[in-house]
């Protein structure tokens, strides 16, 4: 793509990182709002965030999707969606006890680290699980399972204070999200202390994550400065910008869109990289281009590391018609 400009203006390529942008989790969790919303009719009730992302979340505000931090906030009567990062297993119950109608967005592939968990629970073992302390995603999954059947651990360093019941019978699970270098690291810490220790043959960081931070190696070293469209409560897209700054872009940054953009600090810049967190829509990647073109004779040119053709179903809830029809 080239943009014809006026002569005088300066030239800017940018390196578009691919893959970006939404993953099949956060496509399944918006299209759960929407038909919860075409169907029930608003408001439809979304537990946190369906996404970290305002612009998602207030594009659904629009269409009539009320968001609230707990339950408790939700009037009887009234269906609620739980968002993709996944709830304590408190949540569902409290909903049931209170008859409410819900549709969990929890990701499949978060799903299937609680499922994990609870595995190696029954089967004895104790958990440890690396992730980032207070993310709803770590509250869920830790929410699988009783108190003390999950012991979390953020760094390299906790691992060598770690206290467990039992060395022998422990395993590990770790967030969706995290930076697979680090986590490599967090990992063969755990393994040299625990060498008993069971878990997934690598870690549960999704192919998105992985994705994306691949992509994004690859740019980095090319462009002199990076920007990682995001939200500053976004644990992946923060993880890009991580992961740019240590692969040769320090100048890397999470931009939640393209008016946040200081254009006077990339005023020298010949070629800039952009990116997206899993869930930040191609809109505002779009946005900050034109943005771009309204400063600069722009070439956009995309670096393609890998392609993706995940999808996910919805919940069956949401297939059957009737069946959801009635239940609300
Ligand atoms: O903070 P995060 O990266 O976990 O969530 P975000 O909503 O930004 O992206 C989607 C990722 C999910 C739902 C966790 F798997
Ligand atoms: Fe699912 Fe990965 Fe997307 Fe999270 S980032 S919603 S785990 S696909």
């Known amino acids: 793509m080239t943009t014809s400009t006026p002569s005088t203006t ?18 399944r ?5 929407e038909t919860a919303l075409d169907r029930y009719g608003p408001p439809v009730y979304v537990r946190h965030e369906i996404v970290h992302n305002r612009f ?7 269409k009539g999707a009320v968001f609230v931090d707990e339950l408790t906030e939700v009037p009887d009567g009234r269906p609620v969606v739980f968002s993709a990062h996944g709830v304590p297993k408190s949540v569902p119950k409290a909903a049931d006890a ?25 089967e004895g073992r104790q958990i440890v699980l690396i992730g980032h302390a207070g993310h709803p995603e770590v509250i869920g999954t830790m929410g699988q399972l009783p108190e003390g059947a999950v012991v979390l651990v953020e760094t390299v360093a906790d691992v060598a204070g770690l206290q467990v019941r039992d060395p022998d019978n422990l395993a590990y699970a770790t967030q969706t999200t995290l930076s697979v270098d680090e986590t490599t690291e967090i990992l063969a810490a755990l393994q040299a202390r625990f060498p008993a220790i069971a878990g997934p ?10 994705n994306r931070q691949a992509a994004v190696k690859a740019i980095a070293p090319k462009v002199e400065a990076l920007l990682v469209l995001g939200a500053p409560n976004s644990s992946n897209s923060k993880r890009l910008v991580e992961v740019a700054k240590t692969h040769g872009c320090p100048a890397a940054q999470l931009v939640q869109r393209a008016a946040d953009i200081d254009w006077s600090a990339l005023a020298g810049v010949r070629m800039l990289g952009i990116t ?3 869930s930040a829509p191609e809109i505002l990647v779009e946005e900050v281009i034109e943005a771009a073109r309204a400063r600069f004779d722009v070439t956009v040119e995309e670096l393609r590391t890998a392609t993706e053709n995940i999808v996910f179903k919805l919940p069956r809830a949401l297939l059957e018609d009737r069946v959801a029809a009635e239940e609300v």
């Open 29 to 33: 969790a918006i299209q759960i709002v």
């Open 201 to 210: 043959k690598k870690e549960d960081i999704c192919y998105a994550t992985t």
């Open 98 to 122: 209170r008859g409410l109608f819900y549709l969990d967005a929890t990701c499949p592939l978060v799903s299937k680290v609680h499922r994990e968990a609870e595995r190696h629970y029954e």
């Open 10 to 27: 300066l030239p800017l390529t940018i390196l578009l990182a691919a893959p970006r942008g939404f993953c099949a989790g956060v496509d």
């Open 276 to 278: 997206a967190g899993a």
């Open 56 to 62: 998602v979340v207030q594009s659904l505000e629009a």
